[in-house]
């Protein structure tokens, strides 16, 4: 440990020595500025739309009070002047809206009738008991997905909506009174139901009630459904992410700038560990991120340590990330470039499912859906924690254990072409000592990376017509399976580590086991929550999640002999073929193929 705050020490004392004069000042300013901005998001929430639209108000009108609209009371004559000049975009006349039909008049009359249907939905609450103010509640039955071969959608759909069945010897026609349609006959889930929704209206918490006594109902009230994009809490869940951002950066600029001057290479000459080397120059970014998450929250009166919960994932991603930048490349020209690529990539995958929380599950991908339901309080669950931040934690570990594997000066200082580094990565990676525990391993913390680029393909699919994104979906995530299980033993052969088809083939079970272990291990945290999307059936389900290992086995085996027997320059065709096996066989068990 002691290494290790050493390394920290003079990594905080380069730091200082980059930072002179006006420099040292612009960054105070930057972090103030982003600081304030995130202080008046919280307090004021859009304001990038405050006096909006204009709006004419005549003496008896209702009174106007969203930020968005700019109000001022004129009489009828004058109004309708102003409306005609342009000088207003609407004008409200008692209870009617006047507007023009110029772009932005129709817009602000959009917006005022979306607002006035709201202040309506509001006096009718205040107004009325809350069961007659909504009257309509509908209840959604959650049925398990049929197991059998032959249950078709129509049975399935008439045993849930069939009533109950008459007793034997009953003509249900004869001698029984017509039932009565008029009168309001009040079901057993009423009373809990109504309780909720007063729960509901004084905490002002998500528009859904779930019944206790039945925990596969709930009910949804149509009037409260469509939850707010929460955009003030995105800006401030991206305000956290500014920083971290900002930070990693320098980190990844240090590195370099060692690297390229040579200074690691006296470094690692010194009698500490490539672990220490590492963590000691990433402790003190690390720590700054942390601190900044700390400031942030304090200032905001949010939870300090679920926003760290939450923080610590995205902190060790993102660092993790930007630590294997500089080890990979070897000029400052790509590093830059990388590293802005990894930062729209890193930004895309945090922010954008963030603006969707309370709309989709899949939301729950990135850890910011977390920090917009801590600000809104809404409340989440461990399943929901480990879906958003344990795919991070694992590709920090992964990265961590590759980086300390690849910090020797041949591997930093060698040029070439990308694959060729992931390749060599990989293949330092593995003991070769333990080959079979090995790539074991390799397989089963590959999922992670297998996860998170299957869980984006998901998000864009959805946007899709269904029948190609089913294709698609399917036959991009069995491609990255098929590099994941095989590219460690394809590393091997390329080294003439192994040479055998025997060696080949138990690699490829050990590969298979390890990727089917970690299968069942993300089923656990991931199922649950996304399985409502449309297409995570298709991707999660238990006929592509639990197949039998003889699937992955052969998918695999193929991929690793058509590579053996034709070299690695044919290992993308034998990723195609092992694919279109692997795909085949997925088809079949869907039941698309009979």
């Known amino acids: 440990m002691s290494n290790i705050l050493t390394i920290a020490k003079r990594e905080i004392t380069r730091l200082k020595s980059r930072f002179k004069g006006g420099s040292r000042l612009a960054v105070i300013l930057i972090l103030a500025g982003a600081s304030v901005i995130s202080y008046l998001a919280f307090q004021q929430g859009s304001v990038l739309s405050n006096g909006l639209y204009r709006v004419g108000v005549s003496p008896d009108g209702p009174g106007i009070h969203d930020s968005r609209f700019s109000t001022v009371t004129v009489a009828r004559s004058l109004g309708y002047s102003m409306l005609n000049a342009k000088s207003l975009d609407v004008y409200i006349d008692r209870d009617q809206v006047v ?67 008459e007793p034997a010897g009953v003509d249900p026609g004869a001698g029984q009174p017509a039932p009565d349609t008029t009168q309001f006959v009040p079901r057993e889930t009423d009373a809990a139901v109504i309780e909720q ?29 469509n939850p707010p994009i929460p955009f003030a809490q995105v800006i401030i869940a991206f305000l956290y992410v500014l920083p971290v951002s900002f930070v990693s950066i320098f980190f990844t600029s240090s590195f370099m700038d060692e690297k390229i001057g040579r200074r690691i290479t006296v470094l690692m000459s010194a009698p500490v560990t490539p672990f220490e080397i590492i963590a000691g120059k990433m402790l003190p970014y690390a720590s700054f991120s942390l601190v900044s998450v700390v400031i942030i929250t304090l200032a905001l009166k949010g939870n300090l340590l679920l926003a760290l919960a939450i923080f610590i994932p995205v902190i060790l991603f993102i660092l993790a990330i930007y630590l294997m930048v500089p080890l990979v490349y070897r000029t400052f020209r790509d590093t830059t470039f990388i590293s802005m690529l990894a930062t729209t990539l890193i930004t895309s995958y945090l922010v954008f ?33 480990l879906f958003s931040t344990a795919s991070m934690y694992l590709i920090f570990a992964l990265s961590m254990y590759i980086a300390t594997r690849i910090l020797n000066e041949e591997y930093l200082m060698g040029f070439r072409p990308l694959y060729r580094k992931a390749a060599d990565a990989i293949y330092l990676g593995i003991n070769r000592n333990h080959l079979y525990v090995s790539i074991t391993l ?153």
């Open 99 to 165: 507007h023009t039909y110029n772009d932005k008049s129709l817009y602000a009359a959009g917006a005022l009738e979306l607002y006035l249907e709201k202040q309506e939905l509001a006096r009718i609450k205040d107004q009325y008991e809350i069961d007659r103010a909504f009257p309509l509640r509908i209840e959604v039955n959650y049925l398990p997905a049929p197991t059998g071969q032959g249950v078709s959608p129509l049975e399935l759909a008439d045993a849930l909506m069939g009533g109950p069945e």
């Open 197 to 225: 929704i007063r729960e509901l209206e004084s905490g002002g918490r998500r528009p859904r009630i779930e019944i206790e006594f039945a925990s596969d109902k709930e009910i949804i009230i149509p009037s409260l459904m």
């Open 353 to 385: 499912p963030a603006m969707f929380s309370g709309v989709n599950d899949l939301s729950y991908m990135s850890p910011l859906t977390l920090i917009v339901k801590m600000y809104r309080e809404e409340p989440f669950g461990l399943k929901e924690y």
């Open 442 to 594: 390799l397989s089963l913390f590959l999922i992670p990376i297998v996860y998170m680029i299957q869980l984006v393909t998901l998000a864009i699919s959805l946007n899709l017509p269904l029948r190609y994104a089913v294709g698609g979906l399917l036959m991009v995530a069995v491609v990255i399976e098929e590099i994941a299980k095989s590219v460690g033993i394809v590393v091997l052969l390329e080294h003439r580590v192994i040479e055998t088809a025997k060696d080949v083939v138990i690699l490829s079970f050990l590969s298979a086991v390890g990727f089917l272990g970690g299968e069942k291990l993300l089923l656990l945290i991931s199922l649950s929550v996304v399985f409502e999307s449309a297409l995570s059936p298709a991707l999660f389900s238990s006929g592509l999640l639990l197949i039998p290992l003889i699937a992955h086995f052969v998918s695999t085996a193929t991929v690793c002999l058509l590579t053996k027997r034709f070299g690695v320059r044919a290992y993308p065709y034998a990723v195609l073929a092992g694919s279109i096996v692997h795909a085949l066989y997925n088809l079949y068990v869907l039941g698309a193929i009979p």
